[in-house]
């Protein structure tokens, strides 16, 4: 029910509807040059009142609802890491759209945004590609759930596109077949030398991440049915153990004999020093360097470079490289997407596929050619 009053700015519209507790409230706005287009305000809001939309936030600033959005659904259960991405988000978002109003916001604007915060301008920087990327479907996520609610009715990030800086998106760097090769003998023959060398092995036959790595423990591992159960991951700055990046992220994954040995020399050597020492374990980690301690980010990409080198390598790769190593040679295999997706802990295909576009790309050449040369057969 909505009741309408001409004022000296105008025309006003009040609408009057019931809450969640049924008590009465009211939205209004002045300044409306006819009655006509105070009633047609008012019928719009009335209508949305019907469809289940929530008038008293329809007032709700951009920022304000992404905080609401992120403590409520997101924040209880992300990784460290993963709340530093949203953060993230947010001081962005409060510096780009200050106290705009959610239901203001049209797609243009939201192009803007997306434009400016990709190419940057005269007083903002830059970004790269994967962090657009990031950026964008936060905040797509977010209208997403505004639009269930009832707060809004319009997605205004329908049919934008992302912008970004070529020079600042770092390409996926792995390793040849052929390279990967020389790696696992450089670090089987040097096992002895750091407990690095085991986590590079481990990090290179399993494509896990390198938090994952560092916070395995004993009891994840089943050497009987050759299996790994990934729900724990180092936090290398708070130094804790804690939960995975993201739901998705926990799973279980099958691994070969040979890293069932590594694992056998690892407890092996782990229970000799930790007798020595008179120490114990108790998050019950796999590996711990000499000082009975995770290693640190920094000595993993040291004593990588080290091997790489020994390796006759020429490759700046990086510890996280080893997984992306261990995706494009099971793509390059031809194993199947959606199992490559699953053991790496990926949301789902597309982000598998986002992330190694050009190796898909190249096979999907290499496909259409084999698909040609079989119909072209079946002719004759």
């Known amino acids: 029910m909505a009741s309408f009053k001409q004022l000296k700015s105008g025309w006003q519209a009040r609408i009057f509807y019931y809450d969640v507790n049924g008590d009465r409230q009211s939205i209004s706005k002045n300044g409306f040059k006819t009655k006509r287009l105070a009633q047609e305000y008012a019928n719009e809001h009335e209508y949305q009142y019907s469809q289940g939309g929530d008038l008293n936030n329809k007032n709700v600033t951009l920022i ?23 953060e993230y ?8 759209f200050g106290r705009k109003l959610l239901k203001s916001l049209t797609r243009i604007d939201y192009q803007k945004f997306l434009n400016q915060f990709g190419n940057g301008d005269a007083t903002h920087v830059a970004h790269a590609k994967a962090t657009v990327i990031k950026v964008n479907a936060h905040i797509r996520a977010c209208v997403h759930n505004a639009i269930n609610d009832g707060i809004i009715f319009r997605d205004f ?7 970004f800086d070529p020079k600042l998106t770092r390409k996926i760097n792995y390793l040849s077949e052929a390279e990967a090769k020389k790696l696992l003998r450089d670090l089987k023959a040097h096992l002895n030398g750091s407990i690095v060398y085991s986590m590079a092995y481990a990090a290179l036959l399993t494509g896990m991440r390198v938090s994952e790595i560092a916070g395995l423990t004993w009891d994840c591992i089943d050497q009987d049915m050759h299996t790994i159960h990934i729900y724990h991951a180092w936090n290398f700055k708070s130094h804790t ?5 993201n739901a998705s992220s926990n799973r279980t ?9 590594l694992f056998a020399h690892v407890k ?3 229970n000799t020093q930790l007798t020595l020492k008179k120490a114990d ?10 000082d009975l301690k995770p290693v640190s980010i920094n000595t993993l990409e040291h004593l990588l470079r080290i091997s790489l080198k ?16 261990h995706a494009s040679l099971l793509l390059y295999k031809g194993i199947a997407i959606p199992y490559i997706s699953q053991r790496l802990g990926h949301k789902n295909v597309d982000t598998t596929i986002s992330i190694y576009l050009h190796i898909v790309q190249e096979l999907q050449t290499k496909e259409a050619g084999k698909t040609i040369t079989y119909l072209n057969k079946l002719e004759q």
């Open 89 to 96: 988000t947010i001081r962005i978002v409060k510096d780009y």
């Open 64 to 86: 304000d609802y992404l905080l609401k959005w992120y403590q409520t659904f997101r924040e209880p259960q992300i990784s460290a890491s993963t709340k530093l991405n949203y």
């Open 268 to 270: 092996l050597n782990q």
């Open 241 to 245: 153990l804690g939960p995975t990046k």
């Open 157 to 163: 990030t329908f049919g934008t596109h992302i912008t």
């Open 281 to 290: 374990n108790p998050q019950n980690l796999v590996f711990l360097g000499r």
């Open 253 to 261: 994954i099958i691994f070969d004999p040979t890293l069932s040995n």
């Open 310 to 325: 020994r390796s006759g390598i020429k490759s700046d790769l990086t510890f996280h490289g080893l997984r992306h190593t």
